[in-house]
C-alpha cells in the first residue's frame, strides 16, 4: 500500500543547528509530496511541495528534494530559529485515489533552544 | 481570509452522546476531508468528499457520519460518542488542478469522551 515513513522524534537543536528530517515513502503510483508543519496549539500548513522527480521544494529557509530513485523527501534547513520549534508532517498524495487525500508520517517534533 | 472554519474548538462529550463537528469553506473547493489526529499517529483520514452530494470512507470511518449538501459544508456526526474517539479533528478542503494538489487545513477541534 501507499505509506509515508519519516524519522521518530523529538529531534533537539540549538539555534543555528542544521536540521535533517528524513522522509521515505512507498506508492503505487507518481505521488506528489509535501511537508505540513503543526505549530502549539493550530493547525497544519504547508511548508512546501515538489510534485515530480528531482523538483525541489523551498520555503522559510527549508527545502526538500524530490528524489525518486531513493523514494525519499527529505527536509533540510541550513540555520534554525527558535521560532522553529514545531511538529514536521511529511505527506503524499497520488492523483485519483481517495479524492487525492494526504497521507501521512507520524510526525517529527523538532524542539529549538537558544 | 476565512480558509476552512471549524467549530467547536474544544468540546468534552459523555460516552454515548452525540454531536456533529461543524466545516466550512469560503474558497469554493469541490474537495473537502475530515482527518483525526492522535499522539504520535499522525493524521488519519476519516470522510471525504469529492463535491456536493459524493461522499465516501477514509482509512478509519467507523463510528462517524458525514454529509455534504452544499460545496462550503462538511458536517462531521458522531452518534455515540466512545473514548476511543478522543482526538483532534481537522477539517480540509481542496481544488485539485492536475498534480500538485495543495490542501487547506482547519485549525482543529479537540474532542475528549469521558
Known amino acids: 500500500g501507499n505509506s509515508v515513513t519519516q524519522m521518530e522524534g523529538p529531534v533537539t537543536l540549538s539555534e543555528e543547528a542544521f536540521l535533517t528530517i528524513n522522509c521515505t515513502y512507498t506508492a503505487t503510483g507518481y505521488p506528489s509530496l509535501f511537508w505540513y508543519v503543526q505549530y502549539p496549539g493550530e493547525g497544519l500548513q504547508l511548508l512546501l511541495k515538489?510534485?515530480?522527480?528531482?523538483d525541489k521544494g523551498s520555503n522559510k529557509g527549508f527545502e526538500a528534494t524530490y528524489r525518486k530513485e531513493t523514494t525519499s523527501f527529505h527536509l533540510e534547513k541550513g540555520s534554525v530559529q527558535v521560532s522553529d520549534s514545531a511538529v514536521y508532517f511529511c505527506?503524499?498524495?497520488?492523483?485519483?485515489?481517495?479524492?487525492?487525500?494526504?497521507?501521512f508520517g507520524k510526525g517529527t517534533t523538532l524542539s529549538v533552544s537558544s | 481570509n476565512a480558509g476552512v472554519t471549524q467549530t467547536p474548538k474544544f468540546r468534552i462529550l459523555k460516552i454515548g452522546q452525540s454531536m456533529t463537528l461543524q466545516c466550512t469553506q469560503d474558497m469554493n473547493h469541490n474537495y473537502m476531508y475530515w482527518y483525526r489526529q492522535d499522539p504520535g499517529m499522525g493524521l488519519k483520514l476519516i470522510y471525504y468528499?469529492?463535491?456536493?452530494?459524493?461522499?465516501d470512507k477514509g482509512e478509519v470511518p467507523n463510528g462517524y457520519n458525514v454529509s455534504r449538501s452544499t460545496t462550503e459544508d462538511f458536517p462531521l456526526r458522531l452518534e455515540l460518542a466512545a473514548p476511543s474517539q478522543t482526538s483532534v479533528y481537522f477539517c480540509?478542503?481542496?481544488?485539485?488542478?492536475?498534480?500538485?494538489?495543495?490542501?487547506?487545513f482547519g485549525e482543529g477541534s479537540w474532542l475528549t469522551v469521558v
Open positions: 515538489a510534485t515530480k522527480a528531482d
Open positions: 505527506a503524499l498524495s497520488l492523483p485519483n485515489q481517495a479524492g487525492t487525500a494526504l497521507i
Open positions: 468528499s469529492v463535491g456536493a452530494g459524493i461522499t
Open positions: 480540509a478542503s481542496s481544488s485539485p488542478t492536475g498534480t500538485g494538489n495543495t490542501i487547506y
